[in-house]
């Protein structure tokens, strides 16, 4: 049932650089949180000098009369919060993760047959850079379009997106973020593509550079506009037939993904690459267009009062991801000639992703609802957490990490099974030692990103930084990268085992 909502004012927070903003509200913004829980600040007299520990971080008070107490008046007074545990039942976590996540799956198994079938047109067999491309091309839709899954989702959860007016206010500031965001994240993967596909040949091609560049940066800004236009329709359905986004909005970011974009990718960069002999201009012309077009998503969402501090905040997690990502390209480049390994390698890196970005989601809207960015609940994660308490806890994240987990086993035989009776994987034999030695490479990947997650959301959490816009980035490319590199070792693995025997 919606949680009933109340209306307090956010008291102000102060640092040395001025005043701390929650969830992009600028000081004093009237903001809703669930009736009956602590207020997050109360105020008293403020002093922004003696009011810091040190790193900028709003001094708590505690039970002891420590610092933060009532013993020194000029401080603004933070109660120490604790996490909640949510009334969610187990079983409806898992129903409503598991079908969306299938679906999600179905579109990476559809992605991976596309790559299979497009690694022997002529663009990327002579241009073998445009390979490279495709990891982190499919890392945009972690960086960008599930970062606005989960942003949506918290704020949906906060009741922030009850009303008409701020809905659209926040649709449009989000919707321009992410336009500039894929633009120039989407340039930049193809300037790194370039390198690293110089450095193993010496060599360096202009015509092929521009086409590298116009394909990446048409595929980033189409496919994010479509998808985050997609992503905001679910999370309004969700919030309208009282489901969680936080557990449907990810897969579907996840489903149609790889699928558009691969497919994109395949057709822009053909006709591109169909046009250099005639119509070298035209490249260089799409770059000029779309790049042009990034002071206008800028303005926008620079005066969009919920996406001007993401504007500045949150590059380096976009660009970190993508350069990870990119390591991934390189190493699926030198593997994808391999038989079968293009078709699997869309489906372990998206299941991957897709399970940890629920679980970062969920482990974010958790910390928004009973405090802000800097302040720590007492009993959350602090330090290097408890690899048997992440899975084996008694609160409902852990027990929501183990039920993650287990999707995988289920989930990634249900697709396996699927490309066995596609036939996409003509050349190459899915028996059932190597389903076993893929499935067991699946289940160590997710448990590694779930494990990082945990660590990973309430340390961002701590140092003051929203998980919404920072944690999904680096979790989806740490599970491109990964995942490509299992992968590959699964298929050694499993060569050595059939020689063997």
Known sequence: MQNLITEVTLAKVHTKDGDIQHNGHPKDTPISVPIGRDPLVTREKASPEEDLDGQGVPLLSDESGAEGSDEDNSKELIPVVELRESREKLWQIAFQIFFPYLIAGYGMVAAGSVLEIVKRWPVFTNVSEVIILVPPLLGLKGNLEMTLASRLSTQANLGHMDTASEQWVMIGGNLALIQAQAIVVGLLAALFTIVLGWIPEGRFSVVHGCLLCASSVLTATVTSFVLGSVMVGVVMLSRRFHINPDNVATPVAASLGDLSTVSLLAAVSTVLYNTLERHLWVSPFLIVVIVSLIPLWWWLAHHNRYTSQVLYSGWTPVIGAMVISSFGGLVLDYTVSNDGIAVFQPVINGVGGNLVAIQASRLSTALHQV??????????????????????????????????????????????????????????????????????????????LLFIANWLVHFLWRRGNDPDNFSIPYLTAIGDLLGTVLLALAFYVYDLVSHNT
């Open 371 to 448: 405090s802000i960015p800097g302040v720590l609940p007492r009993n959350a994660v602090n330090g290097c957490p408890n690899p048997l308490t992440t899975f084996c806890g008694k609160g409902i994240s852990s027990r929501t990490a183990f039920v993650l987990l287990l999707m995988v086993i289920p989930g990634q035989i249900i697709f396996l099974l699927s490309i066995y009776l596609m036939n996409e994987t003509k050349n190459f034999k899915i028996t059932v030692t190597f389903a076993a030695i893929y499935v067991a490479a699946a289940i160590l990947q997710v448990a590694i």
